[in-house]
């Protein structure tokens, strides 16, 4: 499961969005850059399972919202 937020100690930052996935526990989109809606919602499963994703652009759809549920992520639209 997600490690409880309070207990985080590190971040990472990259230039490569799908690379700064890689085994995250929480996935956040606060950018209105496209390059972001681009990713596939498998990818981001694959790259980091079971995370939560935090949308803060409302970029993703209803579908995309139960797809990502399915692939087991969890999803938390902030404003929605």
């Known amino acids: ?4 937020a309070r207990q985080v100690t590190d971040a ?9 996935m890689a085994e995250a526990d929480v996935v956040a989109f ?3 850059h496209d ?8 990818e981001i ?5 079971g995370a939560i994703v935090i949308d803060g652009r409302m970029y993703f759809t ?3 919202i139960r797809r990502m549920e399915e692939l087991g992520l969890h999803y938390r639209g ?3």
């Open 30 to 32: 606060f950018t209105g």
């Open 12 to 20: 990472a930052l990259s230039d490569d969005p799908a690379a700064a």
């Open 1 to 4: 499961s997600p490690r409880d």
């Open 62 to 64: 209803r579908d995309q």
């Open 45 to 49: 499963a694959e790259r980091a399972p």
């Open 35 to 42: 390059d972001f809606r681009r990713i596939p919602i498998e």
């Open 78 to 80: 902030i404003g929605r």
